[in-house]
C-alpha cells in the first residue's frame, strides 16, 4: 500500500519536530496526573505542535514530548523535573479487600433499610417452595432485585 498524498507519518513529525523532553517511567500514570501532562503541552505549545509518543529502541523506558523548538522542549523538560511527575504513585487497580467489605456491608445495609434483601429472599424461597430448581430460584430472585425497593 503506497503512501497518501498529504499523510503525517510519524517519522515525518519526528523529523519536523526534533527536541524532545523525556519522563522516565514506564508504569502509567493516574488519569490526574494524564490530564495535567496534556494540559502542561497544550499550555507550552500550541495543540498540534507537540506528538507524544513511548519510549522506544534507544528510549525504551521513557515517554517522549516531541517539539518544534529547543525552548519549548526545555520548558517541558524543566516543568518535569520540577514537578517530579515521574515520581507520582501509580493508579490503583482493583480494590482492596477493606474496600470490597466495605462495599458489600453498604450493599447490605441498603437492602436491609429499605426492604430489598426481604423481597429477594421471598421470591428465592417461593420458587424453591414450588418445586423449582436452585438456577430457576436464583432467576426469580434476581428478578426481584432488578425492581428496586417495593417504594419505588
Excluded at 510519524?10 to 522516565?24: D, G, H, N
Excluded at 500550541?46 to 525504551?60: I, Q, S
Excluded at 523538560?77 to 515521574?86: E, F, G, K, T, V
Aim: aromatic share 8%; proline share 5%.
Amino acid at each position: 500500500m503506497g503512501k497518501r498524498r498529504g499523510e503525517d507519518s510519524i517519522a515525518s513529525r519526528k523529523r519536523r519536530m526534533p527536541y524532545i523532553a523525556k519522563i522516565k517511567r514506564d508504569d502509567p500514570f493516574r488519569p490526574q496526573d494524564e490530564r495535567e501532562i496534556q494540559a502542561m503541552c497544550k499550555r507550552i505549545a500550541a495543540a498540534g505542535e507537540y506528538m507524544t509518543l513511548a519510549g522506544w529502541r534507544e528510549d525504551a523506558g521513557y515517554r517522549v514530548f516531541h517539539f518544534a523548538t529547543w525552548a519549548k522542549a526545555r520548558a517541558m523538560q524543566h516543568w518535569i523535573d520540577r514537578s517530579s511527575i515521574a515520581h507520582r504513585p501509580l493508579p490503583k487497580l482493583g480494590e482492596t479487600a477493606e474496600e470490597k467489605a466495605a462495599r458489600k456491608q453498604e450493599a447490605l445495609d441498603w437492602g436491609l433499610q429499605t426492604g430489598a434483601v426481604h423481597r429477594i429472599v421471598q421470591a428465592y424461597r417461593q420458587a424453591r417452595d414450588r418445586g423449582e430448581s436452585e438456577l430457576t430460584a436464583f432467576n426469580a430472585a434476581a428478578d426481584a432485585a432488578r425492581h428496586g425497593p417495593p417504594t419505588g
